[in-house]
């Protein structure tokens, strides 16, 4: 069964600076989808940035972008110049490449955003 | 164009009750899905349908039921409530159908209490 961790429960950034998110998963499938969500108080569920597997290259979206590592199953995420509006839980989440898009969640980060 | 709504938004119940939570999409998408996030363990997914008239498992099925008579509506059912699925309940529903890169679209949550 694909597990997804995320072993950091909360983190800290000064405003403008930059803060890596932590994320590992356990699967034993090639080819999947990888997620970061921002869920801020409002609840609503946000899509931040997602990677295809069998893309090597790092996706980014503005002053987000991920460090995957397939090989150690590693999917963190790095918010450049942290704003305000930042601060939120984050969620990871895996999607096998087939089926029934049915998403794993890890159990978040919250992420603190000081001025 | 309203994406993804719950009805209601909150609800308090006593324990024995029985109550069913609605999900709308207006995106004529085939999959639907209903989450629970409870603190600490991120969204598990408690049931799921791949099309009208159909449903099946998730994570957590215990205590819920749930139908799809049509395609844009998804319900949840709990027909004995217990103090356990205090809960904030999310629906979600992506396109579906193919093997390309479908997201799930979230809709704002249903916060459930039972007393």
């Known amino acids: 069964a694909q597990t997804v961790t995320q072993s950091q429960p909360e983190m800290s950034v000064q405003e403008a600076e930059t803060v890596t998110l932590s994320c590992t998963y356990d699967t034993s499938e090639s080819d999947y989808y990888l997620f970061w969500y921002k869920q801020p108080p409002s609840r609503q569920m946000i899509l931040v940035i997602r990677q295809e597997a069998y893309k090597q290259q790092n996706a980014t979206e503005n002053r987000f972008s991920v460090n995957f590592q397939k090989a150690a199953k590693s999917f963190s995420l790095k918010i450049s110049d942290s704003q305000l509006g930042d601060a939120a839980m984050y969620f990871c989440a895996y999607r096998l490449d087939r089926g029934t898009d049915k998403l794993i969640f890890g159990t978040g980060t919250r992420l603190q955003v000081f001025p | 164009n309203a994406g993804v709504t719950q009805t209601p938004k909150f609800r308090v119940l006593k324990t024995g009750q029985s109550m069913t939570l609605l999900c709308a999409q207006d995106m004529n998408h085939e999959y639907m899905y209903w989450y629970r996030q409870d603190p600490g363990m991120g969204l598990r997914l408690i049931h799921y349908?791949?099309?009208?008239?159909?449903?099946a498992k998730g994570e957590v099925p215990d205590g819920y039921n749930v139908s799809r008579l049509k395609k844009q509506n998804f319900l949840l059912g709990l027909e004995s409530a217990a103090p356990s699925q205090t809960s904030v309940y999310f629906c979600?529903?992506?396109?579906?159908?193919?093997?390309?890169?479908?997201?799930?679209?979230f809709g704002p949550g249903t916060r459930l209490t039972v007393l």
């Open positions: 349908s791949v099309g009208e008239g159909t449903t």
């Open positions: 979600a529903s992506s396109r579906g159908l193919d093997r390309i890169y479908n997201e799930q679209f």
